[in-house]
């Protein structure tokens, strides 16, 4: 706390310990500040105890509400208190309250205008007074005595109940604070006792279990979470005993990643644990964000492991071709030719087979774009289609509620078309059939399901099938196409599942992290500077047909002036054009119109001093340009 709200907060927690009423009014008769009693004292409402408060305001409502009593000409009193409080001097006064009781009223100025007053309540004083002179000559030294010591102790009684009262405040004010907190904070936390009953919660169990309530202080560990109880109470039985620890688990019904900490509840070590405090997040994104991550890393480390025998590999085959075709020119006996050609065969598919493990092995990069999901299927269907034979029928559809996504079009295409030809090779001639679906997952997780009529999966093709080169199509298959699914989707931060479903058939699930995206984006109007035709006329292609409307300059002189035109969103420009520069460009361009969206794109390596330079403040493409691309630049939120 900054030290002047710390001094502040400490100052009216002493006014308000003070048993007599306070208030300090400024020169223009605003309140400045007062304490607690004076507002209890005469019953004010919250606005006339607020700073800035206005004193004629607070006389109205003390005239209106009885505590001058009866006042013929209510009006002409406030004017009057009004008047004299303009006109202030130092003054004591005794009044009688409405109410009975009796208050001395005494009055200072302040040496910059305004003042302060003190109101007292003497009632028990002025009670204490008129007894004393009804029956002094009658009370004894030691009824005085007694009396004085009940006043004094009166006095301390009341100082008390003011400490109290204060001490209570502050308790409420904190816990309102801490309640708060705990509310706003994105996780949820509670506390269990040594039974496994709940005794507090911040009631956001729902944002983590979304089919459990939030409500759930007085209920059991089990009734509050219901399966999820089962996987946790081990770890909760641990901390019970005094250890603390974190569990990271996967919940069931709608596959969120969650974390949960959980922290003994003791005042010290060696003390005995009463319960356990529970922190618990949702780490899916950044579990999927890890497993993309994992993925990379391991792609890495298989290229680099398999470029070296790659390479020898390649090598070998060369020569074992180069002596195939030299054994071929000699004259061989009856049959060798046909053992030299199976040679020769085989040799070219083992290189075919180093070429998917590049593919494979080499450098991927996921570039999800939004993408509208029933276009995707529209376009996909007819692919997918056009390698199944006449008696296997392929349908696709979505219920997904959202219309479009963020995925990778182009690998999510690649990927399924594998699964539809492995459905293929599974079901044969036909008949049958190979069904696509898309539904979400709450908003957690897109699965992406491939069905099929076939057979299903043996028992090793559902422990092993993911793994590279395993193949139940003998030497037809390289056994390479699902290790490519589920690389895919690895890398995106998903995974993929093998099942066999109950009425027969295979299925086969890809559940990728689900990201809405907007389905349909305002057409843009696009000034292209690229020096090129050729180039200019290929992007300009792209942009068009992705609905924006395109302006075209061939120089950075042509593009500062057509950059005038009203109601121009974007400039995209190449990064060299001719003898000028696209970030000097851009640098003109930002400075005339800071609201004008930028991007440049170049052929040149990131290493460019130029590019590298660019690259600190707008997005960069890389030639040849692709749709997806500019599709993921107009819907960046950063780009707007």
């Not at 709200?5 to 300090?24: E, F, K, P």
């Not at 009670?127 to 006095?155: I, P």
């Not at 009684?157 to 009262?165: H, N």
């Not at 000097?584 to 052929?603: E, I, K, V, Y």
Request: net charge negative.
């Amino acid at each position: 706390m900054p030290r002047a709200a710390a001094t502040d907060h400490l100052t009216r927690a002493g006014l308000n310990l003070i048993q007599q009423a306070l208030s300090i009014y400024d020169a223009d008769l605003r309140l400045a500040v007062c304490n607690r009693p004076f507002q209890t004292m005469f019953g004010l409402p919250e606005d006339l105890v607020t700073p800035g408060a206005s004193f004629e305001d607070t006389i109205r409502w003390l005239v209106e509400n009885g505590e001058y009593g009866d006042v013929p000409q209510p009006e002409a009193f406030v004017r009057d208190r009004v008047e004299a409080a303009r006109a202030f001097v130092p003054h004591y006064m005794e009044r009688r309250r409405a109410n009975g009781r009796t208050i001395s009223v005494e009055g200072s100025p302040l040496p910059e205008g305004g003042w302060v007053t003190v109101y007292t309540d003497i009632s028990a004083v002025k009670r204490q007074e008129e007894l004393l002179r009804g029956r002094s000559e009658e009370l004894s030294d030691q009824l005085l005595s007694h009396a004085e010591e009940l006043a004094r102790t009166n006095r301390q009684l009341e100082a008390t109940i003011a400490q109290l009262e204060e001490a209570k405040r502050e308790l409420t004010e904190m816990e309102a604070r801490i309640r708060l907190t705990t509310e706003m904070t994105p996780a949820h936390i509670a506390r269990v006792d040594r039974d496994g009953v709940y005794t507090y919660t911040n009631r956001r169990l729902s944002t983590l279990l979304p089919d459990r309530g939030s409500d759930i202080v007085g209920l059991s560990f089990e009734e509050a979470l219901g399966p999820v109880a089962g996987r946790l109470r081990p770890t909760l039985a641990r901390a019970l005993e005094g250890e603390a620890s974190v569990l990271e688990f996967t919940e069931p019904t709608f596959g969120r990643r969650i974390r949960t900490a959980f922290t003994p509840d003791q005042t010290g070590p060696g003390e005995p644990v009463t319960g356990v405090y529970l922190l618990s997040t949702d780490v899916t994104e950044e579990a999927q964000a890890r497993a993309a991550l994992a993925q990379t890393h391991k792609r890495e480390l298989a290229a680099q492991l398999t470029s070296g025998l790659a390479h020898d590999f390649a090598n070998l085959l060369t020569i074992i071709l180069g002596l195939q075709g030299r054994l071929e020119k000699m004259p061989l006996p009856e049959g060798a030719r046909e053992l030299t050609g199976a040679t020769r065969t085989a040799a070219r598919r083992g290189g075919l087979l180093l070429d998917k493990i590049a593919r494979m092995s080499g450098p991927i990069e996921i570039r999800p774009a939004p993408v509208v999901l029933r276009d995707f299927l529209d376009s996909f269907t007819p692919l997918a289609r056009a390698p199944l034979p006449p008696g296997i029928a392929f349908t696709a559809q979505t219920d997904v509620p959202h219309p479009a996504v963020m995925i990778d079009a182009d690998s999510l295409q690649d990927s399924l078309l594998n699964l539809v030809l492995n459905a293929r090779d599974a079901i044969g001639e036909g008949p049958g059939e190979i069904v696509l679906t898309l539904r979400a997952v709450r908003d957690t997780w897109l699965d992406i399901v491939v069905t099929d009529t076939g057979p299903g999966f043996t028992e090793a093709a559902l422990g092993q099938a993911l793994d590279p080169f395993f193949t139940t199509k003998g030497d037809e298959g390289s056994g390479l196409g699902l290790s490519m699914v589920y690389d895919m989707a690895k890398l995106a931060g998903g995974h993929v599942r093998l099942e066999n479903r109950p009425e027969g058939g295979a299925a086969v699930t890809l559940r990728l992290p689900l990201k809405p995206a907007a389905a349909e984006a305002r057409p843009q109007l696009v000034l292209l500077v690229e020096d090129m035709a050729e180039l200019r006329a290929s992007v300009r292609t792209t942009l068009t047909d992705l609905g924006h409307q395109v302006i075209e300059a061939a120089s950075a002189e042509e593009a500062l002036t057509l950059a005038e035109i009203p109601g121009l969103d974007w400039v995209i420009s190449d990064l060299r054009l001719g003898q000028a520069d696209g970030v000097d460009l851009l640098n003109t361009l930002a400075t005339r119109a800071p609201g004008l969206r930028l991007a440049l794109m170049t052929s040149a390596p990131e290493t460019d001093p130029r590019r590298a330079e660019g690259a600190l403040r707008w997005p960069v493409l890389g030639k040849p340009i692709e749709a997806p691309w500019l599709a993921r630049l107009f819907s960046r939120e950063d780009a707007a």
